[in-house]
């Protein structure tokens, strides 16, 4: 274990009024720190209490005031979340109990936290690699339940299971090519050879399998960009606020209502949208909102989706028309037939050419919006891979598709029977990436950078 000099602290709840709030302790010195601001109602201090048992006692400040009654647990190293010995304080959720408190553990010698830092030592102290850290960051931060699940599972190492049996079979090439450089007079049997030629053509079809659910990956994330199009008042934004559950923008019976494009995430059918309301297209001589459309066309070149909303009681306007070459940019695309309260002049079956799906809803009665979400679903389907299995970060999928190349380049040269410190070069560059992976063998600049994402107290 890798001992740091100093023993760290933070408010490890939120800073908000709630039931409990906890202060965290991490470091060599936790305990003597813990027994000058922690008092068992016992009367037997803290340090001499078992390991992860909870003990009711005072919390006291410097001058032995008492800032709460509350229970307090310890873990001793190597068994901690940090690798280290740490302490963690359940107060109740006042966050000017907790600020008191966390001045009463630095008095007592501990200092300030970073961001991540608790993190930081779990993976310095080696308690998890570096693709269960970040999992960790993006439990915290995932908005979906399947975001979170992919999260959880990943947070359990499932990233790096499909890798390393990948390193383990590169090492043993590796090993043996070395051999073979070193002692002139050995060789690699022909079966041997082409035993590893398998091993490498398996690894290759694991890793791109791996690599393929990086696009779903992404939409976990941060969400599906997608863009609400339509002529004016055809109802664009009542939709927005009908799928966010509130009235974000503003609806009137005015067309040219909505001006600027509005942003917002919301779930649909289990998929996170990054959903854009546009002002609505037409041809017209007004300057703001001749700016504004020029703005819905912007939204619409960016989208992986669109929403083409269409008023259900009218016949196709040559606006309309437009709207559906527009919607034409976006890689899938769904036609919305609205206000499907009022007598129809549309038919679905007139949209099946240009659109994936074809919805009939009312946004303003909200009927037919399950609809709309399933059409969602069917569109972005998730992988069927185990939870976890689901690669959302851009560092992982830059590692594996570097590992991917130099696999690929080594296979050719094993085939091609190029000389073994080809081969050589090539199985160690596929290391390297793997390595980085897991934080074996990635900069510590790198590092730093994952790290400072997370919150204090983590
Ligand atoms: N009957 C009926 N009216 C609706 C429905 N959805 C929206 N409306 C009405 O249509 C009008 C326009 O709605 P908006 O949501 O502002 O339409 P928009 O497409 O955002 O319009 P612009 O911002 O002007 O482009 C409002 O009066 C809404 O109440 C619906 O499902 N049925
Ligand atoms: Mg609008």
Same mark, same amino acid.
């Given at each position: 274990m890798i001992s740091h000099p100093d023993t760290i602290a933070a408010? /490890?709840?939120?800073?908000v009024i709630s039931a409990i709030g906890i202060l965290r302790v991490s470091g060599a010195d936790t305990l003597s720190v813990i027994d000058r601001v922690f008092f068992p109602l016992s009367g037997?201090?803290?340090?001499? /209490?078992?390991?992860r048992q909870l003990v009711y006692g005072a919390m006291k400040d410097a001058d032995g005031a008492v800032l709460d009654l509350c229970l307090c647990t310890i873990s001793r190293a190597p068994n901690s979340y940090t690798g280290e010995d740490t302490a963690e304080l359940q107060c109740h959720g006042s966050p000017t109990v907790l600020r008191a408190g966390l001045q009463a553990l630095f008095a007592a010698g501990a200092r300030q936290a970073l961001a991540g830092e608790f993190s930081r030592r779990a993976f310095l102290n080696g308690r998890m690699d570096l693709t269960q850290a970040e999992a960790v960051i993006d439990l915290i931060h995932s908005e979906t339940e399947q975001a979170a699940k992919n999260a959880a599972g990943q947070l359990g190492g499932a990233v790096l299971r499909q890798a390393q049996p990948v390193y383990d079979l590169l090492r043993d090439i590796a090993s043996h090519f070395h051999a073979v450089i070193d002692y002139p007079e050995e060789d690699i049997p022909e079966f041997q050879m082409r035993a590893y030629e398998q091993g490498i053509s398996g690894a290759i079809g694991r890793l791109e399998r791996l690599l393929t659910t990086f696009d779903r990956g992404k939409v976990l994330r941060s969400g599906v960009p997608a863009v609400i199009l339509g002529r004016?008042?055809?109802?664009k934004s009542s939709l927005l606020n009908a799928l966010l559950g509130y009235d974000r923008a503003i609806v009137t019976?005015?067309?040219?209502?909505?001006r600027d494009t509005l942003s917002e995430k919301c779930e649909l059918g289990g998929v996170l949208l990054q959903l854009e309301d546009t002002a609505g297209v037409r041809d017209t001589a007004d300057t703001v909102e001749r700016l504004g459309v020029d703005r819905s066309e912007q939204a619409a070149a960016r989208a992986a989706l669109a929403l083409a909303v269409f008023e259900g009681s009218e016949p196709l306007t040559e606006d309309d028309r437009r709207v559906i070459d527009l919607a034409k940019q976006c890689g899938k695309r769904i036609a919305i037939l609205n206000?499907?309260?009022?007598? /129809?002049?549309?038919?679905p079956s007139d949209f099946a050419a240009d659109f994936d799906a074809v919805c009939v809803l009312s946004a303003k009665a909200q009927t037919g919006l399950e609809d709309l979400g399933d059409a969602v679903q069917a569109l972005f389907p998730m992988p069927?891979?185990?939870?976890?299995?689901?690669?959302?970060n851009a560092r992982h999928a830059d590692a594996i598709r570097r590992a991917l190349e130099s696999l690929r380049a080594m296979l050719e040269a094993m085939e091609l029977g190029v000389t073994p410190d080809a081969v050589l070069t090539e199985a160690e560059t596929a290391m390297a990436a793997i390595g980085e992976l897991t934080g074996a063998s990635v900069r510590e600049d790198i590092t730093d950078r994952i790290f400072e994402r997370f919150c204090v107290g983590k």
């Open positions: 408010v /490890a709840t939120g800073n037997k201090p803290m340090s001499q /209490a078992g390991n004016p008042n055809v109802g019976e005015i067309p040219g209502t909505t206000k499907s309260d009022l007598p /129809a002049a549309l038919s069927e891979v185990p939870a976890g299995e689901i690669l959302t």
